[in-house]
């Protein structure tokens, strides 16, 4: 059997995703997510204007040589727009691969290591009031491990916290605004250095020791700023430090290391095994942030946990809105079945999307499942999809207060 038919669908049910769907001459169905927040058109032309021609014939059970072929293939390797792409074909490939089996993805993949998935909320507030409250609500439907993000005095908006969020309201931080240009947002380090700790010690004091912590640095700072954070945390015991400096120059967590013993994660925007080559092989994180969406699928994704793994590093994948269902399926899959899993990033989609995108996986008190269905139990409702046209939506840019471009 082979690939007869491969369409390339974007789009907007509350925001934007680009879905590949690949059909066998027998007509079995694999869907696949190759959502690039912001740049979802590159995605999908390269999917369109490449890749799509190469992939009708080919024998679809032929996943790795498919994965190489695409990769080693191209000659230009790696970066986000390519390796988005290969995801969406990589994790069509399994779909169709376990919905012949008749088995949902883990059973594929090694089988489930566990039974259930700790996931992560995100709690976040413009003042301490504020922020109790969404952590109370988190607790109370069931949530071990919390997200923490605070406004910072001075500064009208700060990443991680919604402007408009009223107190305790959950699910509302959507930073990529619908618009023909990016926000403009302000920071100031200082300012968000002498308070984050405050924050943090009233959380504790007020949850007490067990609730798992953890905080995104978001790229913002420099190595010895990540390295003073990082070092004024430690009393608070936090899961992980995210994104504590710009991951890319991986030799500057040394100096992080140097100085605290709060466990660093890193890698969403990462693509590549080889974006990790330092920081694993040191040791310098403990965490790998990506998502399969981004990271190559479940074939690129395996590849960079099973060499984190030896390495005793553990699994945080990234899971927020702008990955699609299907990308969130493949990365529950992976969880299910690899043994370093550490935990799971969850930011439920809105109803909008979850009515187009019809999914497997469940939640219950704290934990996902990603479900028995076979295949990835994830798929597009096409017809649901044509409602909702492409709507350009970018990331905000952000400013320091003198009018300098910084890190987002
Ligand atoms: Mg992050």
Do not use: C
Not at 67 to 87: E, K, S
Request: hydrophobic share 35%; proline share 6%; aromatic share 10%.
């Amino acid at each position: 059997m082979s690939i007869s038919t491969a369409d390339v669908i974007v789009t907007s049910p509350g925001r934007n995703f680009v879905t590949l769907k690949l059909v066998t001459s027998d007509g079995v169905v694999g869907w696949g997510d190759a959502t690039l927040n912001g740049r979802e058109l590159a995605a999908a032309a390269y999917l369109r204007d490449h890749l799509v021609d190469t992939l009708i014939g080919r024998d679809e059970d032929r996943i790795e040589d498919t994965w190489q072929y695409l990769y080693r293939g191209a000659y230009w390797r790696r970066g986000p727009v390519t390796m988005a792409a290969i995801a969406a074909v990589d994790m069509a490939l399994w779909d169709i691969k376990a919905k012949k089996a008749g088995v949902p993805l883990y059973q594929l993949l090694g089988g489930a290591s566990r039974e259930k998935l700790r996931v992560y909320a995100h709690a976040s507030g413009n003042d301490y009031a504020a922020l109790s409250q969404a952590i109370r609500g988190y607790v109370e439907e069931g949530y071990t491990a919390v997200r923490i993000q605070t406004g910072v005095p001075g500064l009208d908006s700060v990443y991680g916290v919604s402007a408009t969020a009223k107190p305790g309201e959950k699910y509302d931080y959507e930073p990529a605004h619908r618009s023909a240009r990016p926000d403009e947002e302000e920071w100031d380090t200082p300012a968000y250095l002498r308070h984050v700790p405050t924050i943090f010690e009233k959380v504790r004091e007020e949850f007490g020791p067990e609730l798992r912590l953890l905080h995104d640095g978001h790229h913002r700072m420099s190595p010895i700023e990540a390295a003073r954070l990082a070092k004024s945390l430690e009393p608070h015991d936090l899961l992980w430090l995210e994104d504590a400096t710009p991951g890319e120059d991986q030799d500057a967590f040394r100096l992080i290391r140097q100085h605290s013993t709060t466990p660093l994660a890193t890698g969403e925007v990462f693509n590549s095994v080889y974006d990790y080559q330092t920081l694993i092989t040191e040791r310098l994180i403990d965490y790998v942030r990506s998502a399969p969406t981004h990271t190559g699928g479940v074939t690129g994704m395996k590849k960079l946990l099973d060499f984190a793994g030896i390495y005793g590093i553990r699994s945080g994948l990234h899971g927020p809105t702008d990955v699609s269902p299907i990308g969130m399926a493949a990365a529950l899959h992976i969880d299910l079945a690899i043994h370093n899993f550490g935990i799971q990033e969850y930011m439920p989609h809105s109803d909008l999307t979850l009515e187009t995108f019809r999914t497997s996986y469940t939640f219950d008190r704290g934990f996902l499942h990603p479900g028995d269905t076979p295949g990835l139990g994830a798929e597009l409702d096409e017809t649901l999809a044509a409602q909702h046209p492409y709507t350009p939506a970018y990331l905000p840019v952000n400013r320091l207060l003198d009018g300098t471009l910084h890190d987002w």
